[in-house]
């Protein structure tokens, strides 16, 4: 299976900074690359899919890139309702897998 | 507004079967072309995909699970069922069911359950 590895584990980091988050695979997934965020008590919100195009009223700060292996979920500036866990998630192989996450907390 | 609500027993004795029920409401989930999932997150394991359901019965299974699940839909009670044979402490998690976005976004979960811990231990 498909593994994903997401970098930092954890982001420190104050209201209005700029949060840049990473996820590899351990093998091309083309662009079936999507990010999750999850607040503690709640299920995952899906924000980005194809790896650049943002689900349905999720804010213009969040943006993601990359093609391949690399990919990029940018946050332009932060929010204090964006302090959350992240998760990266392919759909390019079966079983669709996710990152471990990265964790953005308010530093 | 389509809802999903996992129901359940939130402890299972090892060696037992866990057995989930979600429950989907403002959507059909024999309309569209939607799979509908089971996915679970555990500390150790993180997020990981059980399984996926189409209305006419045909599934898929992680391979890593393959053995130990079943999935089943009820489209007279508009349910889909997640039946885990077998389990041990490393089946301890939240339990969610979710529907995909259909054949153009297929393998993203648009709508989510709240989530089920469900506990093995004796």
């Known amino acids: 299976e498909i593994v994903l590895t997401q970098s930092p584990a954890t982001l420190s980091l104050s209201s209005g900074e700029r949060a840049t988050l990473s996820c590899r695979a351990s093998q091309s997934v083309s662009s079936f690359l999507a990010w999750y965020q999850q607040k503690p008590g709640q299920a995952p919100r899906l924000l980005i899919y194809n790896a650049s195009n943002r689900a349905t009223g999720i804010p213009a700060r969040f943006s993601g890139s990359g093609s391949g292996t690399d990919f990029t979920l940018t946050i332009s500036s932060l929010e204090p309702e964006d302090f959350a866990v992240y998760f990266c998630q392919q759909r390019s192989n079966w079983p669709w897998t996710f990152g471990q996450g990265t964790k953005v907390e308010i530093k | 507004q389509v809802q999903l609500q996992e129901s359940g027993p939130g402890l299972v004795k090892p060696s037992e079967t866990l057995s989930l029920t979600c429950t989907v409401s403002g959507l059909s989930v024999s309309s569209g072309d939607y799979y509908w999932n089971w996915i679970r997150q555990s500390p150790g394991k993180g997020l990981e995909w059980i399984a996926y359901?189409?209305?006419?019965?045909?599934?898929n299974y992680n391979p890593s699970l393959k053995s130990r699940v079943t999935i089943s839909v009820d489209t007279s009670k508009n349910q889909f069922s997640l039946k885990l044979s077998s389990v041990t402490a490393a089946d301890t998690a939240v339990y969610y069911c979710?529907?995909?976005?259909?054949?153009?976004?297929?393998?993203?979960?648009?709508?989510w359950g709240q989530g089920t811990l469900v506990t093995v231990s004796s």
């Open positions: 359901i189409y209305y006419t019965g045909n599934t």
């Open positions: 979710g529907r995909d976005g259909g054949a153009i976004v297929r393998g993203l979960i648009m709508d």
